[in-house]
Antibody, heavy 119, light 111 residues
């Protein structure tokens, strides 16, 4: 059974870097035909796709965030990570990691982690 | 602004059927069959309900069905139940760009 779990600080100061990790079990981040994805959702709003990393390490990012986002993977720990620099209050959101399969659907999600940007 | 357009809200009474639309373009919804739908209850992670336009994940109720006509995909829920009250999001692969977008979401209210 595939499971994903987000982890990282729940509070980040403005202008600092948000760093989150998604630990995957039941699948390998470095094999198969999956994209490993980060998605966020501000309170009361819709889903926003942040970016993804393929099993080969190739990444794609939301153009609106591209200058501030880096997604990487650690195959030894079966994890992938998100870094978002120069955060502002607008980056306050629930952050989800998800598996995006070869049929372009998110079939497994983490439970989400709330990140608040505040001094 | 979402590239995929959904109605902000729909409602129905228990036992009735409702349909939620997701309108895109020939580059996304109309160009292939990679449309998926997600249900999200308050405080919960989204859950996959439909993939590849009309396929249901194993174990999901057959009250949920998906279809597509031209540039518009649809999610139909039949025999509405109170537990169906949630937000629903569509997602479509887009061939013209290397990133993904969701529909703006539709709040389903069961009256």
């Amino acid at each position: 059974q595939v499971q994903l779990q987000e982890s990282g600080p729940g509070l980040v100061k403005p202008s600092q870097t948000l760093s989150l990790t998604c630990t995957v079990s039941g699948d390998s981040v470095s094999s198969g035909r999956n994209y490993w994805t980060w998605i966020r959702q501000p309170a009361g709003k819709g889903l926003e796709w942040i970016g993804r990393i393929y099993t080969s390490g190739v990444t794609n990012y939301n153009p609106s965030l591209k200058s501030r986002v880096t997604i990487s993977m650690d195959t030894s720990k079966n994890q992938f990570s998100l870094k978002l620099t120069s955060v502002t209050a607008a980056d306050t959101a629930m952050y989800y990691c998800a598996r995006d399969g070869p049929g372009y659907y998110f079939d497994h999600w983490g439970q989400g982690t709330l990140v608040t940007v505040s001094s | 602004q979402s590239a995929l357009t959904q109605p902000a809200s729909v409602s129905g009474s228990p036992g009735q059927s409702i349909t939620i639309s997701c309108t895109g373009t020939s580059s996304d919804v109309g160009g292939h069959n990679y449309v998926s739908w997600y249900q999200q209850h308050p405080g919960k992670a989204p859950k996959l309900m439909i993939y590849e336009v009309s396929n249901r994940p194993s174990g999901l109720s057959n009250r949920f069905s998906g279809s597509k006509s031209g540039n518009t995909a649809s999610l139909t829920i039949s025999g509405l139940q109170a537990e169906d009250e949630a937000n629903y999001y569509c997602r479509s692969y887009t061939s013209s760009v290397a990133y993904e977008v969701f529909g703006g979401g539709t709040k389903l209210t069961v009256l």
